[in-house]
């Protein structure tokens, strides 16, 4: 089982700036797939896909985040990262960190990013 912890997430003007982490409990290096998913306000509970890294180094981002985002691995820190740049009020959401393992999915209980002025 993997348990997943997200932090980061804070108040930011727009144009700035946040570098989400996701701590995992144990090693990282058997987790196929890392995503990062976001829920904005008044969503409901539909997450959109933001960023996703595999176990083989591939990544793959949603095109309202290309080039912003990245999304790396940290392996020996048993840590997923999502480095945020040039932030807009769109962006303002719970982000979310899901490990897929052996067919399961895990979740964390998100951070919250705020984009304002």
């Known amino acids: 089982q993997v348990q997943l912890v997200e932090s980061g997430g804070e108040m930011v003007q727009p144009g700035g700036s946040l570098r989400l982490s996701c701590a995992a409990s144990?090693?990282?290096?058997?987790?196929?797939?890392f995503g990062w998913y976001r829920q904005a306000p008044g969503a409901g509970e539909q997450r959109e896909l933001v960023?996703?890294?595999?176990?083989?180094?591939?990544?793959n981002y949603a095109d309202s985040v290309k080039g912003r985002f990245t999304i790396s691995r940290d392996n020996a820190k048993n840590t997923v990262y999502l480095q945020m740049n040039s932030l807009k009020p769109e962006d303002t959401a719970v982000y979310y960190c899901?490990?897929?393992?052996?067919?399961?999915?895990?979740w964390g209980k998100g951070t919250l990013v705020t984009v304002s002025s």
């Open positions: 899901k490990a897929h393992q052996y067919g399961l999915n895990y």
């Open positions: 144990g090693s990282i290096s058997t987790i196929f797939v």
């Open positions: 960023a996703t890294a595999t176990i083989d180094g591939n990544t």
